[in-house]
């Protein structure tokens, strides 16, 4: 399944905001896509989505899981926690785990 932001899915989402200093951005981007090619299998794994701000002060990856414990197994798993641990050299992730509470989106753009 591909990203779909809905009120109606029931998926477990994480709003994960890295800010990083600018010469450090692409680093970051690319260690947590290379995180992302290991997670992509993972059971209840759905989809992640990297933004990389303008100012090139933050990282932000959407994720979507099937569910908290599918999200809570991953990230135990030793495979991805030297990722975990090359992100945190580079930044302080400011995780916001959410539920979509509301989705509008224009007719003219489907």
């Not at 200093?21 to 896509?33: D, G, S, T, V």
């Not at 990282?59 to 979507?64: E, L, P, R, S």
């Amino acid at each position: 399944m591909n990203t779909t932001i809905s009120d109606e899915l029931q998926v477990y989402t994480l709003v994960n905001v890295f800010p990083v200093a600018p010469e450090n951005q692409q680093r970051l981007f690319e260690i947590l896509k290379s995180a992302t090619d290991l997670m992509k299998d993972m059971p209840g794994y759905i989809s992640a989505n990297l933004h990389l701000s303008e100012d090139g002060k933050h990282v932000v990856n959407y994720a979507q899981w099937r569910s908290a414990d599918d999200f809570r197994a991953m990230h135990s798993r030793p495979e991805v926690q030297e990722h975990f641990s090359e992100c945190r050299a580079l930044s302080t992730p400011q995780p916001i785990f959410c539920r979509v509470a509301f989705s509008h989106h224009s007719p003219r753009e489907t």
